[in-house]
């Protein structure tokens, strides 16, 4: 049926062809000059008509085309594929006389040349032969398939700079729908000269649902406000997991220094919606670990880790040399920064996202690489120094507790963290969750 609808407008840019032609014939009978004028005419658009028609064969991701390109198409590889088959036989009954079986030995000059010619004609008539199968239209499809990920960068790069793109709640579904390493590939790669256009419009978005933002209802800033979170949450840890892609420094700098301000961190960090506490803690934290192996600091990247630390400046510059003393500064006031609120309203997805970021901040790994053994040593590293003294991680013990035991249901009788009384002196039970999921699961 799909060959039936083709013809319709192949019959009827035929009659349209034979018209014209009919009509030059006829000219030709009445003034010379004018069947030239028109004759001239036609032929361009022959000529325009007939590079319409190949183009598809030569670039198959070509926008052009005209109903005959399908007709071109089986031609044009028909006629290379047979052309193709005849040095591929000539080729095979040369190598078979002139290159013995050699039983794996190593091949001599002249066995790797004709071995190379062959392969290489070899693969020009087998790709030939798939395009003679799959036709236009699926040699289309698989070629867009096989393009490199360049392409699908530029095509999105291309489509954040329309003008339906700068409404909020598109860009909001865009950054939502898009994976990680493709956010940091767009965070990374400036799609004009200078700037960056995946990176405004997260800025603007983010900048819209800040706190104290109006002409938003509530949930519409919370959504708003986690999308951008976890966009950022995805950019700063890929530079820390060895898969994906990783960010560049420069856009590092620029999540601290525009997007990290303390100025809304510390608004975020004290919300009331517990998934914006946690998200922003999380990458925050991840962002410190990034800065810690840095050297030298500069004076704005040690006032920021002041804040996000809580440690004076000059501790943190003392620590620099010896970066598990950093670490666990670092880690110790994530823990006590996120568990010191109310936990008893995280969602299962906020639990696998602290434990996820605890285990990055322990040096367990994360995802894929996640070393279980490694996060139960640091979680009792973080006991030990609560209990010799640290009565602020002390405090937070029973809610890292309720967290392990929620993530880790199935070691829950045999956990290595004690239960202690919270600020208030109740001492935490194990926390409820309608389902269950393992750590490594979480994307």
């Known amino acids: 049926m799909r060959l039936v609808v083709e013809m319709i407008p192949t019959l009827l840019h035929l009659s349209v062809f034979l018209f014209l032609a009919g009509l030059v014939i006829f000219f030709f009978t009445i003034h010379r000059t004018t069947a030239i004028v028109v004759l001239i005419a036609v032929g361009l658009l022959g000529v325009a008509y007939l590079i319409l028609t190949i183009f598809p064969c030569i670039h198959p991701n070509s926008p052009y085309r005209t109903p005959m390109s399908s007709i071109a198409w089986r031609l044009w590889h028909t006629f290379t594929f047979l052309a193709a088959s005849l040095p591929q036989w000539i080729l095979k009954r040369l190598h078979t006389l002139l290159v013995p079986y050699n039983l794996g030995e190593v091949k001599s000059l002249r066995q790797r040349k004709f071995t190379q010619w062959l392969d290489g004609i070899e693969n020009v008539v087998n790709k030939h032969r798939q395009c003679l199968r799959d036709g236009l239209r699926e040699s289309i499809v698989r070629v867009a398939l096989d393009a490199p990920d360049a392409v699908d960068l530029k095509a999105l790069a291309w489509l954040l700079k329309r003008p339906a793109l700068a409404e909020k709640s598109r860009i909001q579904d865009f950054i939502a729908n898009t994976p990680g390493d493709t956010i940091v590939q767009l965070m990374s790669v400036p799609t004009e000269p200078g700037r960056v256009i995946f990176r405004d419009h997260l800025l603007a978005l983010l900048r819209s649902c800040t706190p104290g933002t109006v002409g938003l209802d509530e949930d519409a800033r919370r959504s708003r406000l986690l999308v951008c979170l976890d966009a950022l949450h995805r950019i700063v840890k890929a530079s820390i997991t060895i898969y994906g892609v990783s960010p560049p420094e420069s856009v590092l700098r620029d999540v601290r220094t525009n997007f990290a301000n303390m100025g809304l961190m510390r608004a975020l960090w004290a919300d009331a919606d517990p998934s914006v506490r946690l998200i922003s803690r999380s990458f925050c934290a991840l962002l410190a670990r990034h800065l810690l192996r840095k050297c030298p600091l500069e004076e704005s990247e040690l006032a920021w880790l002041q804040n996000v630390m809580g440690k004076p400046s000059n501790t943190i510059y003392n620590s620099l040399d010896d970066v598990a003393k950093a670490d666990t500064m670092n ?95 109740d001492v935490h039970g194990k926390i409820e969750f309608n389902s269950r999921i393992s750590i490594s699961t979480y994307v």
């Open 331 to 425: 880690l110790d006031s994530y823990v006590y920064g996120v568990l010191s609120y109310n936990t008893d309203d995280l969602t299962l997805r906020d639990a696998i996202i602290f434990m996820d970021t605890l285990a990055t901040l322990a040096g367990a790994g994360s995802q894929a690489t996640f070393r279980r053994d490694i996060l139960e040593e640091g979680i009792s590293s973080l006991v030990q120094r609560a209990e010799e003294g640290d009565r602020r991680l002390l405090e937070v013990i029973g809610n890292l507790s309720k967290i392990y035991d929620a993530v880790f249901p199935s070691d829950a009788s045999g956990s290595r963290i004690p239960n202690y009384p919270d600020q208030q002196g």
